[in-house]
């Protein structure tokens, strides 16, 4: 597996709504990043949208649908896009940092256009009859609106209204047509870092007050500090702890990915 450093710092959570709808042939996903427990703050979450640093990936026959670590899901999305993939030498799908104290994982919905099946995942996917999985805090809201309205775009619209962990502009890639508004030059961990120091928000989850991060004073902090702090173990999960992934699911996993790099050539 390849080795990915990370410094030492302590954790901070980033959520999401992802999904997979098969009926409309749909990955759709927000585009809000968020820390938790901001400036060490349990009422506190800063947040910032459209930063182009997608949680969604595709392949000419294959779409990944991402939740968990940033710095993972940005190492899967560069391994992803390579013209050959390393098998040998793929991202790991977890690993441990502060001295085996925090766990930073992913989890992964690998999905073939041609079919809209689901061919791999790992982590919590939540399933409405057999036709759309949902995953993220906004899981369960967008759940709700797709058995009302049968639209993959709606139901993450929707969640953004309930859950506070989503928001920004709605991706989304169509299976069948390649329609996509995926970012045309995708945005790295570094874009997100400097997005959310020039135009991020702290939110008051108590209150429900919001405000610039250009105005936000601390008493201990300033706001550049708080956030790389927090912004070390980037992720956005799916509202659970981190995924623990078993031996199985490791190996199921690699089985998918030389389904697709025999599918498509990509084969080293």
């Not at 999904?19 to 400036?39: G, K, P």
């Not at 690998?110 to 689901?118: D, G, H, M, P, R």
């Not at 702090?229 to 509202?239: F, K």
């Amino acid at each position: 597996m390849a080795i990915i450093a990370i410094p030492k710092t302590h954790s901070g959570a980033w959520m999401t709504t992802n999904v997979i709808c098969r009926a409309q042939h749909l990955l759709t996903s927000d585009s809000r990043w968020s820390i938790e427990n901001f400036d060490g703050q349990p009422n506190l979450v800063a947040y910032v949208d459209d930063t182009g640093f997608d949680k969604l990936a595709v392949s000419p026959q294959f779409g990944m649908v991402f939740a968990g670590s940033a710095l993972l899901i940005e190492a899967w999305k560069s391994w992803f896009a390579a013209p050959v993939l390393d098998l040998k030498n793929r991202p790991p799908a977890k690993m441990y940092v502060n001295n085996g104290t925090v766990l930073l994982s992913v989890t992964i919905g690998l999905v073939e256009k041609a079919t809209s099946a689901l061919i791999f995942s790992a982590g919590m996917f939540m399933s409405h009859r057999d036709v759309a999985l949902f995953s993220g805090s906004g899981a369960q809201p967008a759940k709700d609106c797709y058995a009302a309205n049968n639209c993959g775009l709606r139901a993450v619209t929707s969640a953004a209204v309930r859950d506070h962990f989503t928001g920004g502009e709605t991706k989304f890639v169509q299976l069948r047509t390649g329609s996509m508004n995926l970012s045309v030059m995708p945005g790295s961990k570094q874009d997100m870092i400097n997005a959310m120091q020039q135009r991020g928000f702290v939110m008051d989850t108590k209150t429900k007050t919001v405000t610039a991060m250009s105005d936000w004073k601390s008493p201990t902090s300033d706001a550049q500090r708080a956030i790389s702090a927090g912004i070390q173990t980037l992720s956005a999960p799916t509202g659970l702890p981190p995924h623990v992934w078993t031996s199985q699911e490791e190996d199921d996993l690699d089985r998918a990915l030389m389904y697709i790099a025999q599918k498509e050539g990509r084969v080293g």
